[in-house]
């Protein structure tokens, strides 16, 4: 299985800024890469899948890049706002199909 | 139904006592998943099923957590003789299939408190 990184000190940023966030993995790259979105008390949300031979994805404010010689996919929220407030999870796959999920990254958006 | 159902959503239970959670997850998703999750800590991998295939039981702390999916569909977390460490939210998610990346669809969890 992989080892997965996330800073694990929440990211405090200013309404409008753009929020960055790492995830590492240490031992083989991944087929995909995938970023979810946890609010409290709530079950994770599916937010982008990238896979090994795409470099970067985008949807609306989201941007995701996947650097498999890094071992690293960062995460980006342009245009932060208080609603994107939440904890932000990236997945690997573990192997025989099942998902290994890093700790996540806290966000806080301050208007 | 419309998304990955969870049952009960909140258990106080006795320490030494047996439970059962049970997740109902999207019709037609052959892949379904049980992570544990402490409270501010990560996804704990659990167990992973995927069709009639054995399931993938590695992530199961202990031989007093087991769990078994009937038809297919619905699942159960049985865990026994319940310990104050087993206090967490209990995670289903269900995927179409989990080889190609699929999105796991996850529910709201089934919160565990042991006293």
């Known amino acids: 299985s992989q080892k997965i990184e996330q800073n694990s000190e929440a ?4 309404e409008g800024k753009t929020a960055t966030l790492t995830c590492n993995y240490t031992n083989y790259s991944p087929a995909y890469l995938q970023w979810y979105r946890q609010d409290p008390g709530r079950g994770p949300v599916f937010l982008l899948l990238i896979r090994e031979n795409e470099k970067e994805k985008r949807k609306e404010r989201l941007k995701v890049t996947f650097d498999t010689t890094l071992k690293q996919s960062l995460f980006h929220i342009t ?9 932000y999870l990236c997945a ?5 199909g099942k998902l290994q999920f890093g700790a996540g990254t806290q966000v806080v958006v301050t208007p | ?5 969870q049952s009960p959503s909140n258990k106080v239970t006795e320490k030494g006592k047996d439970v059962e959670l049970r997740c109902d997850p999207i019709s037609g998703h052959t892949a379904l998943y049980w992570y544990r999750q402490s409270l501010g800590q990560g996804l704990e991998f659990l167990i992973y099923f995927q069709g009639n295939s054995a399931p993938d039981k590695s992530g199961l702390p202990s031989d007093r957590f087991s769990a078994e999916r009937t038809g297919g569909s619905v699942s159960t977390l049985t865990i026994q003789r319940t310990q104050q460490e087993d206090s967490a939210v ?15 669809y996850f529910g709201e969890g089934s919160w565990l408190t042991v006293v």
């Open chain 1, 79 to 87: 245009a932060s706002q208080p609603a994107d407030s939440a904890t």
């Open chain 2, 90 to 104: 209990y995670l289903c998610a269900s995927s179409q299939d989990s080889l190609s990346g699929n999105t796991i």
């Open chain 1, 92 to 96: 690997l796959p573990g192997g025989w």
């Open chain 1, 11 to 14: 990211l405090n940023i200013q």
């Open chain 2, 1 to 5: 139904g419309a998304g990955v159902s």
